[in-house]
């Protein structure tokens, strides 16, 4: 998932014109050999002209991962991306698609009515190992984790975090579990 927020960084803030890819989700996420995630599927981006922050589209992306400024009014931004990569994030920690919640409860609500109590009833149990002396330092940070993509997926624009933000909270996370 560093990855692809590096890969999302690049971009958004390393391009001359930043690049929103629109469709963020987990098939458009390629594994090499090395397991190396590369994001691919570039078929409905948009480049962003100079001194332009946003624009209006008709194409849409996959629901679920969709921002819902993007799907309500057709506007697109990098924060889209973001808020697209937040849902990712969610999924990928969750075991848990963004489609799987129907009526009012969506993923974000899902989680985020359980953090930081309750983490390891939304994570996917998996990712933890179950030794008396890491357990809850390895839910501490799928706590942070859970934080990050949450805070990706604000629905206030402005309250969205940016992608530089992101790597370097996640590389700091990282680091914490290496550390476990």
């Known amino acids: 998932m560093i990855d692809v927020a590096c890969a999302l960084e690049y971009f958004h803030h ?42 209006y589209t008709k194409t849409l992306a996959t629901f679920g991962y969709i921002a819902p400024e993007y799907g309500l009014d057709g506007l697109v931004s990098i924060k889209c991306d973001v808020y697209s990569y937040g849902i990712m994030l969610l999924e990928t920690f969750t075991r848990r698609k963004p489609s799987e919640f129907e009526g009012n409860l969506s993923m974000k609500q899902w989680v985020s009515y359980s953090l930081p109590e309750a983490v390891m009833d939304v994570m996917d149990a998996n990712l933890v190992t179950p030794m008396d002396n890491r357990l809850q330092k390895e839910l501490d940070v799928m706590a942070s984790i859970m934080k990050v993509a949450l805070d990706c997926c604000a629905e206030s624009l402005a309250r969205r975090t940016n992608m530089k933000d992101v790597v370097g909270m996640l590389q700091k996370i990282k680091i914490q579990l290496l550390a476990c």
């Open 14 to 55: 390393g391009c001359s014109s930043p690049v929103i890819h629109c469709d963020i989700k987990p098939s458009n996420v390629l594994l090499d050999e090395d397991m190396v995630a590369h994001l691919s599927d570039f078929g409905i981006s948009k480049l962003l002209g100079e001194d332009e922050s946003d624009l």
